[in-house]
Nanobody, 125 residues
Framework: VQLQASGGGLVQPGDSLRLSCAAS????????VSWFRQAPGKEREFVAT????????SYADSVKGRFTISRDNAKNTVYLQMNSLKPEDTAVYYC???????????????????WGPGTQVTVSS
């Protein structure tokens, strides 16, 4: 499976961006798709996840209510709609995928087999 993230950019506080993660390869390998981010000098952190089965989603507390993750299974693409962006959202955003991850491990980067190159999001006035 190959993942390609896109949609990053430079925006002002309060603006919106939509990231896309396009997957190629075996669709079952993307049963669980998540977004992580990594700011300079910080560890990679979980942002949001979506599961193909049941279309369930979950979010980090820091983005809950501002970010929305969604997926288009026909296009094998997962989106991250980011609204009300803050300077602390500045980071490189990565999408990650796996065929099966137990719910308790969803937020752990090490649990994912597939990663795409990141896309830079910078929020600055």
């Amino acid at each position: 499976v190959q993942l390609q993230a896109s949609g990053g950019g430079l925006v002002q506080p309060g603006d919106s961006l939509r990231l896309s993660c396009a997957a190629s390869g075996r669709s079952f390998s993307t049963n669980v798709v998540s977004w992580f981010r990594q700011a300079p000098g910080k560890e990679r952190e979980f942002v949001a996840t979506t599961r193909r089965r049941g279309s369930s989603t979950s979010y980090a507390d820091s983005v809950k209510g501002r970010f929305t993750i969604s997926r288009d299974n026909a296009k094998n693409t997962v989106y991250l709609q980011m609204n009300s962006l803050k300077p602390e959202d500045t980071a490189v955003y990565y999408c990650a995928a796996d065929s099966s991850i137990i719910i308790s491990s969803t937020t752990e980067a090490a649990a994912y087999d597939y990663w795409g190159p990141g896309t830079q999001v910078t929020v600055s006035s």
